[in-house]
């Protein structure tokens, strides 16, 4: 990793300026860059030009000085001051190498991150399978939390369960209505199909219904009561319905190796009065109030900050151009005149939560077992299912909210509401990792039958959009199929001699490593036009690319124990003493491990931006890098005849292979066996 010696350069920097200059300023700002060529140094800081007229001086002069004050730096052979003014580092290229091999010497420490991060993901509603916009939310909150793992963070992960939203109960309506079936009914249907899957199709017919006789949203809205205020049989089959979807939805997911910790259920945010106890924090700040006049006569309101713009196609309406002249169209309402609290209410009451400003909390039972053999709890308004020894869930420190880009404006009232009740700091903490919609190519929507009409308007755009509320959507699972099966047909023909059962796992292992690379390869602000063979490619930007040149490093090594009978360690025994000739002068093979120990620097860059395409981006680059050393006969390691070569070669395939991994473990992905 790099940024431990970005960090002693800083501190020598600062020590210097400190004792040539008396500037003992801990916040002036020592940039750390990379020279265009390894010849100009491997790391290198324009700092003299910042100080230059502070200082009254030439950059020239002010770098030479510092050059010679640095003193020793770990890992680090020389300082040299440019001529145009930059501070050159070298690096000690064998000592850099065998510190991040775990060989000789140490690096520092870290830092000591233990302030705890919510990261709430996924959040897809309980009434059919999930989609394959849904993936790209999984995918980016998934990765999210492994970054942040990465660098330290304690995080918690979360995934909001909207069991008492009006999309369980339009499926519910289905049930009772167009199919006159009750609970046991569907617990038959459940036991004996595809249970997300017929709820799927289920919604699609409501949706039809509904468009026949406007009057029926009555039906809806009566159904909708029911089940906030727990009136069977309505109730019991809206629960049922829900619990079963998302433990499909749980399995969907694990299939692309994406966990959580804990499902919160909307329904216990209502049973345990959390929204009462936010409303009365809300009153008492003033962060709503009564509106006694007007359209909105009756509600409770707040009052929308002028920063906090609308956005056409959110949940809370638009904005419209005569909005400063009209004083409604700058007030959000929180709660109904009828007293029912809109969805933004109830969301305010669950992030107060998370950020441990509500003064009480769930109650938590055992609900299912993680792929790492753990529990999966989730929330409780049941004293009898209540289980009294359980982690500590809530009361972080920041929160990520994982919601796609329409949720904009709803995000920003969150923020709002903080900052209203006297807490600004927590507000700055809450992030709104947005992202847009994910859509399909025209040959992958050809592929799977959601081609449109040739002559259509649909048919000249760039891609093809979906819709699960019409039903014309791309489950989750059937791509995920798709893909794997396409991988399959590629690992059959390169891999005849593994058994069915061999093939298929690796197959399974490349069509996950080709949905999730190509979910965050992009920025999170593009719309993505998903294309089946693209992804699952072998060649290209994929993740199938990466993981093969990490099954190309492994040859490498199992070449070595063939030829040579050495394992990685007997290879590596005595590199310390071995003569660094090779890695001194092979500016190929240095620029690989240098660009290898940077994955620390792009994690930091990830999270600041939130954008994985960095991440991606960083991964296919640095496997195309191994794959032109793996492809050079000038750089071969089982044919080098010279033995401290070979030893130099083979500690930057372990380095790369190592870090190579490291990046495909971030987006969720694992290494097969062969490919």
């Not at 939805?249 to 209502?270: C, F, P, S, V």
């Not at 620029?591 to 620097?601: G, H, Q, T």
């Amino acid at each position: 990793m790099i940024l431990p010696l970005h960090e002693q350069v800083r501190a020598r920097v600062r020590d210097a300026l400190a004792r040539l200059h008396g500037i003992a300023d801990t916040d002036i700002t020592i940039p750390i860059e990379y020279p265009p060529n390894r010849a100009l140094g491997d790391l290198g800081t324009p700092v003299a030009f910042d100080l230059a007229r502070r200082l009254k001086k030439a950059p020239r002069v002010i770098a030479q000085e510092l050059a010679g004050a640095l003193g020793p730096i770990p890992g680090v052979a020389r300082v040299e001051a440019a001529p145009n003014g930059y501070l050159n580092v070298f690096l000690d290229r064998p000592a850099f190498l065998l510190a991040r091999l775990g060989l000789a010497g140490t690096l520092p420490a870290p830092p000591s991150r233990p302030d705890k991060t919510i990261v709430e993901h996924t959040a897809i509603n309980p009434n059919k399978a999930a989609h394959i916009g849904h993936l790209r939310n999984s995918a980016l909150g998934d990765t999210l939390v492994r970054v942040l793992r990465f660098r330290g963070n304690p995080v918690e992960v979360q995934n909001y369960i909207d069991d008492t939203g009006v999309q369980v109960a339009d499926v519910v309506v289905g049930f009772q209505q167009l199919e006159q079936l009750t609970l046991e009914d569907a617990k038959r249907i459940a036991a004996t199909t595809r249970f997300d899957y017929y709820c799927w199709d289920l919604y699609a017919r409501v949706t039809e219904w509904y468009e026949g006789d406007k009057e029926r949203f009555k039906i809806r809205a009566a159904t909708l009561h029911d089940i906030e205020h727990g009136v069977d049989p309505t109730a019991s089959l809206a629960s049922f319905i829900a619990d079963t979807v998302v433990r499909a939805h749980l399995k969907t997911m694990a299939r692309l190796n994406i966990d959580y910790q804990l499902l919160t259920w909307e329904g216990d945010i209502l049973r345990l009065k959390f929204w009462a106890k936010a409303f009365e924090v809300l009153k008492e700040t003033g962060a709503v109030y009564l509106q006694n006049e007007g359209k909105h006569a009756g509600c409770w309101v707040m009052k929308i900050d002028p920063s906090t713009s609308l956005r056409a196609g959110d949940n809370a309406g638009s904005a419209e151009s005569s909005e400063e002249d009209d004083p409604e169209a700058r007030e959000k309402v929180i709660v109904r005149s009828n007293g029912t609290v809109v969805y933004v209410g109830k969301d305010m009451a669950y992030q107060f939560w998370k950020s441990g400003l509500l003064g009480r909390d769930f109650l938590y039972r055992k609900f299912a077992t993680r792929m790492d053999g753990e529990t999966l709890w989730a929330t409780t308004s049941d004293q009898s299912q209540a289980v009294a020894t359980h982690p500590s869930f809530g009361d972080a420190a920041a929160t990520y909210n994982v919601i796609d880009v329409r949720q904009s404006y709803l995000q920003k009232l969150l923020k709002q509401a903080l900052t209203a009740i006297g807490h600004p700091q927590e507000a700055d903490r809450l992030k709104h990792f947005s992202y847009e919609m994910v859509a399909l190519s025209h040959a992958t929507a050809q592929e799977l039958g959601f081609a449109p009409d040739p002559d259509s308007d649909e048919a000249k755009k760039p891609f093809v959009e979906v819709s699960g509320r019409k039903g014309l959507g791309v489950k989750a699972d059937d791509l995920i199929d798709r893909v794997i099966a396409k991988a399959l047909a590629e690992v059959e023909r390169r891999q005849s001699d593994l058994s069915p059962a061999e093939q298929r796992k690796v197959a399974e292992q490349i069509g996950v490593a080709a949905v999730r690379y190509f979910l965050i390869k992009y920025s999170r602000t593009t719309v993505i036009a998903f294309d089946i063979d693209e992804a699952v490619s072998f060649v290209g930007e994929t993740g199938p690319y990466i993981q093969y040149a990490v099954v190309r490093a492994n040859k490498v090594i199992g070449k070595l124990q063939e030829r040579f009978g050495l394992d990685e360690r007997a290879a590596l025994a005595d590199l310390a003493t071995t003569p660094p000739a090779l890695l001194n002068e092979d500016a190929e093979l240095w620029a690989m491990v240098l660009e290898a120990s940077r994955l620390d620097e792009i994690v930091e860059q990830v999270v600041r931006s939130l954008e994985f395409a960095m991440l991606a981006k960083y991964g296919f680059g640095l496997a195309q890098m191994f794959s032109a050393f793996y492809q050079n006969p000038k750089q071969s390691v089982i044919n080098e005849d010279r033995e401290d070569a070979r030893r130099w070669r083979t500690a930057a395939v372990v380095y790369c292979r190592q870090q190579l991994t490291r990046v495909l473990d971030l987006m969720g992905v694992a290494v097969p066996a062969r490919m």
